[in-house]
Structures are given as C-alpha cells and as structure tokens.
C-alpha cells in the first residue's frame, strides 16, 4: 500500500503551504536541499547538477552561510535558488516562538530569500502563521530519508522512485550525515526522474 508522505492531517495544520507544485501541462519536480551548505558536501552536490543541467532550490542554515560566504556565493552563481531554513536549525515545537522568529531573521541577514522551510519539518501553528506573512513556507511531498541511520542507500533511492509524483518536493541533505545516501541516491534519482519524462524547477 502507498502511503502518502506527509499525512493528510499533518499537511492541514499549515493551511497554505506548498507541499506539492505541479504545473499544468507538464511534467515537473523540485529537488531541494537541506542543511548546507557546508564544504564537505555541498560543493559535490554543485558539480553534480551541473553535469546534468538540473537546478536545485538549496534550504540553508544562516550560520552555515556566515561560516561559508564562498559556498553561498557558489550556490547562487551557478543558477540555483535558496531558502531560509534558521540561524541555527531549531525545532519550533521545543523553541519559544520570539526565540524561533528571532534565529529565523538572523538568518535573513545571510540568506537573501522569500522562501522558508522549517528544520525538522514543523514548527508552531503562531509560528507558521507569523513567518507566512514574510515567507512563500515550502514543506515537500517526498523525504528520501537519506539522513537516517536505518536506511540504506538503495531504500532512499526508492522513496524517490515509489513516492514522486507530478508537482513533487523532493528533500536531500548537503550534510554529513547524510552523505553516503545522498551520494548514491541523488544521481540515480536524477537519471530515474529524467527518464521518467520529469523536467527540473525552481520554487
Ligand atoms: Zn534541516
């Protein structure tokens, strides 16, 4: 059985949001990441889009731009978009919400962006309801899951397969954690959606 990621539920407590963008007459996915950029990955993932001509909307920590200006820089140079995703990766839900939308503008002084996403995934209703005003707030609709220790790498690969539909979100990290999945996973997920008719957008 298919079980749709996120669940219906969850997806209601943050009316407006995108969690999926298909576009009429077309066949479209957004691949996204999370967490960089840092210089370990992040560089790796920039030349890997590059040989297949695909942009990426890139979802960065504000003191990871702050240590790595050049990253950033690259990152944009090269055609991508970014997005905010805090100062410091905080979870809403353990986090005061002046502290939460405090860390969230520091961030903007790094990260120049219309575009939020929370790390982990959630965040409180007041929240969500204050960063919409400034923020488009882009959930997904696919999680590889590349970050965890219990998947494989050929499992994250298969979330993208058994999951992406017309109009996706898809999440990778540029992070450490996520590096041996992510690097298997990601070009077999590119040369999969391309095969599959996908075309690549930014949000
Ligand atoms: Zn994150």
Request: with cysteine; proline share 6%; charged share 25%.
């Amino acid at each position: 059985m298919l079980i749709e990621q996120p669940p219906f539920i969850y997806r209601m407590l943050f009316p407006g949001a995108v969690w999926r963008k298909p576009v009429e007459g077309e066949k479209t996915v957004y691949l996204t990441f999370d967490d960089g950029p840092i210089p370990e990955i992040t560089p790796w993932v920039l030349d890997l889009l590059d040989k297949y001509d695909v942009k990426a909307t890139f979802f960065c920590v504000g003191d990871n731009v702050r240590k790595y200006p050049e990253i950033y820089k690259t990152i944009l140079d090269r055609g991508h978009k970014v997005g905010n995703h805090t100062f410091n990766h905080i979870q809403g839900i353990k986090t005061f919400s002046k502290k939460y939308l405090e860390n969230t503008m520091l961030a903007t002084k790094h990260i120049d962006s219309d575009l939020f996403r929370p790390p982990h995934g959630h965040m409180r209703i007041g929240q969500y309801f204050t960063l919409r005003k400034y923020y488009k707030i882009i959930m997904w609709d696919v999680v590889t899951r590349d970050y965890s220790k219990l998947m494989t790498p050929e499992k994250v690969f298969n979330n993208v397969k058994k999951y992406t539909r017309d109009g996706s979100v898809i999440v990778f990290h540029d992070s450490i954690k996520s590096e041996t999945n992510m690097k298997y996973a990601l070009p077999r997920s590119i040369e999969w959606l391309k095969k599959q008719g996908y075309t690549f957008k930014l949000l």
